[in-house]
């Protein structure tokens, strides 16, 4: 099964499966001379792990993330950078009715019927848990655009028909983290709970959408065609589990403009430089960056996994069945996909700035082209 890489000049590995015995990713391509430890990965993991709050899965994983190679004296190497955090509370025995009698809405039939065979526990390498990897990759890329201004975030814009009015990127910094729905308005957090409660009790669940935005990318990245910075970010957001659409810009709005009030003429900057007098481009235009923010939406639908009877059928026996899924599920899912959101963008961002050399490869203290014999910190001549 390939697919399991993300990413061309930073190039995210990843393996596991929801009740295997461990999640794994190697993150290929940062550049020596980073600062990281584990608690730094950890920190953005903690974000993601289930049990948080009585709106996310009560699976108890405490997501302890170990760093095995690429990093030495607290600094990256250059090499490759493996992480592992091990499935602590798999329990796949719950799984074995839907074997040979899929659930509905998961994964469960296209993959044995491509596969001839499939993990079954938990969904095995379909499962959401393998977020987990690309949260890990994304706390280094987070980490690395740090060192260039470059800073993203994303919070929770809309739960069922409940909608937070538009806020700033500051508020978004400064409120998201502080209500498990992750929602930048606290009194729109206040309604969204209510609301998954609601759905919760009735043993039902609900779908919603994520805001982000990028601020401090440079102009200039992405290139025409298949490499266009929208269609690999597009690639990223619409390779989490569970999303039906993703959009940037005025999005979906968009059929709705016309022309004239679209367009957004051009004018002199106070540097002199040609720039668009707004942003409904949301910082991409013809594929490439405009330098202004990149922002846009992410939708999910509602969780699969609820506890009503739902029917299925068995392909071995040929009987028509009823289901209940029971247990530990997530009753909505972008309270949960925030951290993740943040982590593909810090990804795809990373990953057009080292092909555009806008960061050295090879060293983060250079600039790109230049050839530094001075020795790196982590190593021994430096101490
Ligand atoms: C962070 C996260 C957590 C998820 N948790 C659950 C869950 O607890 N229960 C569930 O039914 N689906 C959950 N999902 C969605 C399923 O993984 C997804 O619906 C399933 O794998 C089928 O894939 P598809 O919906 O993209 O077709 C989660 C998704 C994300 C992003």
Redesign the pocket.
């Given at each position: 099964m390939n697919g399991n890489r993300f990413g061309r000049l930073f190039q995210v590995t990843t393996y596991g499966e929801s009740h295997g015995d461990a999640m794994g990713v190697t993150v290929s391509g940062c550049p020596a001379g980073l600062e990281l430890d584990e608690d730094d990965v950890q920190a953005e993991l903690d974000r993601?792990k289930p049990g948080q709050s009585m709106i996310t899965?009560s699976r108890g994983e405490p997501d302890a993330v170990s760093i095995n190679s690429g990093v030495q004296d607290g600094y990256t190497t250059g090499t490759p950078i493996g992480m592992v955090i091990e499935n602590k509370d798999a329990r796949s025995g719950k799984y074995e009715p839907y074997v040979t009698a899929p659930r509905p809405?998961?994964?469960d039939f296209t993959y044995s019927a491509k596969f001839g065979t499939r993990n079954w526990g938990g969904?095995g390498r379909?499962?959401?848990r393998e977020?987990v990897n690309w949260v890990a990759a994304g706390a280094i890329a987070k980490k690395v655009l740090e060192t260039r201004d470059v800073r993203v975030k994303a919070h929770v814009n809309q739960i069922g028909d409940i909608e937070a009015p538009e806020v700033s990127f500051e508020q978004m910094l400064e409120n998201t983290e502080e209500n498990p729905v992750r929602c930048a308005d606290p009194d729109t957090a206040e309604e969204m709970r209510e609301l998954i409660d609601e759905y919760q009790e009735q043993g039902d669940?609900i779908g919603g959408s994520i805001y982000f935005e990028a601020q401090g990318v440079p102009r200039g990245l992405g290139a025409p065609r298949f490499d266009a910075f929208p269609s690999r970010l597009g690639q990223a957001m619409m390779s989490?589990?569970?999303?039906t659409a993703f959009e940037f810009g005025l999005g979906r709005e968009a059929r709705e403009w016309t022309g004239k009030d679209r367009n957004e003429d051009w004018e002199f900057s106070s540097d002199g430089d040609p720039v668009p007098e707004g942003n409904k481009h949301g910082g991409l235009q013809g594929g490439i960056t405009t330098g202004e923010p990149i922002y846009g939406e992410i939708t999910?639908?509602a969780?699969?996994?609820?506890p009503k009877k739902q029917k299925t059928v068995d392909w071995e026996t040929g009987e028509e069945k009823e289901i209940q899924?029971v247990g530990?599920?997530?009753p909505v899912?972008p309270p949960?996909?925030v951290p993740?959101v943040e982590a593909m963008l810090n990804l795809t961002i990373l990953d057009f700035m080292l092909l555009g050399g806008r960061i050295n490869p090879d060293r983060l203290d250079d600039q790109p082209g230049e050839y530094d014999t001075d020795y790196h910190p982590s190593s021994p001549q430096n101490k």
């Open positions: 993601r899965t809405s998961h994964g969904g379909s499962s959401a977020t669940s989490i589990p569970a999303t999910w639908h969780p699969t996994s609820i899924v530990r599920h997530d899912l949960r996909a993740v």
